[in-house]
């Protein structure tokens, strides 16, 4: 079970160069605690948290004995019309460490789904509440919300977007980075907060009457971990408030530990009205994504309605059984272990780490906040991605995984590391840049 398979063929791989992949496939057949071990045996220690996921490490026994019961117990149960115990109990459990008031929750599979349906029920309530004109979504360049049409559509990232068409009506604000203002940065930066200013500018242009919401990633994981300057969040967060218009905080990366806090939004202080969340919600060990909804949203929309169906949204597996079991015991572990404060108190440790790397010439910026970072190599004008890819496969091969997007290493470990595997990954990580750029 645990070989390389003969024939790659029939997967076509997502998000992949399956050509070149196919051709030097790289794979993981387990996986425990820091580490994944490759088929013919080779320790890998993980510093990306799978994909961003893995916040309590891998295959952690509460984890898989509450998945392995829950599959014995009770398979599947629809939560259309019908339920069952654990996916309320998650939610009630859930709705304790989102910010105060975000306390209704919609479950869905995917960070994707949870956007898409964030969206969605930003446009429902605003024509619940009389605000029909409102439908107006507003995005930010640089952000990544999945691969659904709605996510794909607020998304800024041009090679996401250029193969698909786009919903109409979509606006986007600059993005918030600035390397004269904000290189080599530990936390927030200073510079930035008036670029959020520009919602003012959207507003005059197209009427508050005609958006519904904002949303974007409290710190943008997938294009190279940009940390909100400072203000710039609270900024968007009075404008919003000022004009009727609904803020989601898309926290499939930031959720469950990774910036210093449960949530981005009680790291930063800004409680947003949605918060879109998946990956850490269940330790990436089963599909599941959901949307923390303020009450009045959730009030708004199903207290507003014609009895019957408030919201015509949901999916087959919304609040699976095995994926709710998944998300109650993760709940557990980081609750158990102290993990959201552990990955805070790691902060200064990992940044002192990762921005050593400073002094290689090849890197032209590093970004820290929480215990995520970015490492930025200069692109080769010729080559964009290809020292990011290069420094990927140098790494995989020494036996550290890490995530390349371009030229941007991102670092996003589980929240157990030690001092001495945050010593690894940055040694590691330098021996790399070195000898593969
Ligand atoms: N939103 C953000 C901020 C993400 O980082 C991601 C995935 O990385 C998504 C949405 C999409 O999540 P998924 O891949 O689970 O659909």
Same mark, same amino acid.
């Given at each position: ?199 003012? /500018?959207?507003?005059?242009?197209? *009427?508050?009457?005609?958006? $519904? =919401?904002?949303?974007? !990633?409290?710190?943008? %994981?997938? @294009? ?69 909804? /303020?009450?009045?949203?959730?009030? *708004?929309?199903?207290?507003? $309605? =014609?009895?019957?169906? !408030?919201?015509?949204? %949901?999916? @087959? ?121």
């Amino acid at each position: 079970m645990t070989g390389i398979p003969n024939d790659l063929s029939a997967f076509w791989m997502p998000f992949t160069d399956n050509r070149g992949y196919k051709a030097e496939p790289r794979m993981f057949a387990r996986a425990k605690g820091m580490h994944y071990w490759t088929p013919d045996g080779r320790q890998v220690l993980d510093a990306t948290g799978g994909l961003w996921c893995v916040n309590a490490g891998h295959c952690r026994e509460p984890i898989t004995q509450a998945i392995a019961e829950a599959a014995g117990e009770l398979d599947f149960a629809p939560t259309f019309q019908l339920a069952h115990p654990s996916v309320f109990r998650l939610a009630t459990k859930l709705a304790e460490i989102t910010p105060e008031g975000l306390d209704r929750i919609f479950f869905t599979n995917s960070g994707s789904e949870s956007v898409d349906t964030a969206l969605k029920i930003a446009l429902a309530y605003q024509r619940s509440i009389g605000q029909g004109t409102r439908t107006r979504l507003i995005g930010r360049q640089r952000g990544y919300h999945g691969v659904n049409f709605g996510g794909v559509s607020v998304g800024g990232i041009v090679g996401n977007r250029r193969q698909f068409l786009s919903l109409p009506g979509v606006d986007h604000l600059t993005h918030t980075y600035n390397a004269e203002h904000q290189s080599f940065t530990r936390g927030q930066p200073e510079w930035g907060a008036h670029l959020a200013d520009e919602l003012e /500018a959207l507003v005059n242009l197209h *009427g508050a009457e005609t958006i $519904a =919401a904002v949303i974007v !990633e409290p710190m943008s %994981g997938s @294009t190279g971990v940009l940390p909100p300057p400072r203000g710039y969040l609270e900024k968007l967060r009075a404008i919003t408030r000022k004009h009727g218009i609904l803020l989601i905080f898309d926290e499939v990366i930031t959720g469950f530990g990774r910036v210093g806090a449960a949530f981005a939004a009680q790291a930063f202080g800004v409680t947003p009205d949605m918060i879109t969340m998946a990956k850490g919600l269940t330790n990436g060990a089963v599909p599941m994504g959901a949307v923390a909804c /303020a009450e009045f949203i959730h009030d *708004g929309i199903v207290n507003n $309605a =014609a009895p019957g169906i !408030e919201l015509a949204h %949901g999916y @087959t597996y919304s609040g699976h059984p095995l994926a709710a079991a998944a998300g109650l015991a993760t709940l557990g572990v980081y609750a158990d272990e102290d993990l959201f404060e552990r990955g805070a108190a790691l902060a200064e440790p990992w940044a002192d780490a990762i921005h050593a790397l400073r002094d290689l010439d090849v890197v032209q910026d590093i970004r820290t906040i929480g215990f995520v970072a970015g490492v930025e190599l200069k692109a080769k004008p010729d080559a964009i991605g290809a020292r990011g890819k290069a420094v990927f496969h140098r790494c995989f091969d020494d036996g550290l995984l890490v995530r390349a997007t371009a030229d941007t290493i991102a670092l996003s470990p589980p929240l157990i590391a030690s001092e001495a595997d945050i010593g690894e990954i940055a040694d590691k990580l330098r021996k790399a840049i070195v000898t593969a750029t």
